[in-house]
């Protein structure tokens, strides 16, 4: 998906959860959510892909573990 389509996605998402609405049409699809907070991770998700393709780069993660060695 290209930057173009998910900020077209996020103002139609945005839009239709301003009115109150559950059912967003992007692109001739129909989406329907079950609940506001469907719609609010469905949002979270776009702005984290957005940001992302705004920084041309993936977001890399470090997890660090310890042992006691037993």
Do not use: C, F, H, P
């Not at 996605?9 to 079950?34: F, M, P, Q, S, W």
Request: no cysteine; hydrophobic share 45%.
């Amino acid at each position: 998906m290209i930057l173009d389509d998910m900020i077209a996605r996020r103002e139609a998402l945005l839009a239709a959860r301003y009115r109150g609405v559950r059912t967003v049409e992007v692109d001739g699809r129909r989406i329907t959510y079950a609940n506001d907070a469907e719609m609010a991770a469905a949002l979270s998700d776009l702005e984290r892909r957005i940001a992302d393709a705004k920084a041309g780069k993936r977001r890399r993660i470090v997890r660090a573990t310890a042992s006691k060695g037993l």
